[in-house]
């Protein structure tokens, strides 16, 4: 399985901007694919994940709200909409897939087998 992360970017407070990650090498359908981000000098932090077959989604306290996730089984791909950004929000953002992670397992990084290689966002105030 690989997964290729793109869209990152500089964008103003406020702002917007999408993340594309695409995953390839096996059923995408039946892949949970999650969000994570991690800020220099601190640890890698859970964003939201969207569960594979049903398509649930689950979102961090900080991002609840302004954050979408959505997948395009067509294209193998999910995104991850960020709205209203803020500075606080400035990580290296990564996807993760697993095709076997349970539902109460999704905010753990070690549930996740597969990683892209990131994608800087960076928010300026």
């Known amino acids: 399985v690989q997964l290729q992360a793109s869209g990152g970017g500089l964008v103003q407070a406020g702002g917007s901007l999408s993340l594309s990650c695409v995953v390839s090498?096996?059923?995408?359908?039946?892949?949970?694919t999650g969000w994570f981000r991690q800020a220099p000098g601190k640890e890698r932090e859970f964003v939201g994940a969207?569960?594979?077959?049903?398509?649930?989604?689950l979102y961090s306290d900080s991002v609840k709200g302004r954050f979408t996730i959505a997948r395009d089984n067509a294209k193998n791909t999910v995104y991850l909409q960020m709205n209203r950004l803020k500075p606080e929000d400035t990580a290296v953002y990564y996807c993760?897939?697993?095709?076997?992670?349970?539902?109460?397992?999704?905010?753990?990084?070690?549930?996740?087998?597969?990683w892209g290689q990131g994608t800087l966002v960076t928010v300026s105030s």
């Open positions: 090498g096996r059923t995408f359908s039946g892949t949970t």
């Open positions: 969207i569960f594979r077959n049903g398509g649930n989604t």
């Open positions: 993760a897939a697993s095709a076997t992670i349970i539902y109460s397992e999704l905010r753990r990084a070690r549930g996740y087998g597969y």
